[in-house]
């Protein structure tokens, strides 16, 4: 799973939706991939993994990005896969 939190008011996370998570290459590999979770850092769900992540510690900036994965064979599998 990509985790991204995000803030509503950080222009910086509004071109990463424009510019990054938009583009087709990326979109495409996101999806062939990975489960991607997107949250503002306002939401309930979001506050409870920053806890969890300690992503409100002062050193840790917005947007912020974890890739989760609590199957290890899952991401053997993945790193496996042939490189296109």
């Known amino acids: 799973m990509l985790v991204n939190i995000q803030s ?11 510019d990054v998570w ?6 495409s590999l996101v999806q062939s991939g990975f489960i991607f979770w997107q949250q503002s850092e306002k939401s309930d769900e979001a506050k409870v993994r920053q806890r969890e992540e300690r992503l409100e510690r002062s050193d840790c900036s917005i947007p912020s990005f974890s890739l989760e994965a609590k199957n290890l064979y899952l991401v053997a599998s993945l790193l496996a896969r042939p490189h296109l």
Do not use: G
């Not at 938009?22 to 979109?27: I, P, R, T």
């Open 22 to 27: 938009k583009d087709e290459m990326v979109e």
């Open 8 to 18: 509503d008011s950080d222009f910086a996370c509004h071109a990463l939706n424009r």
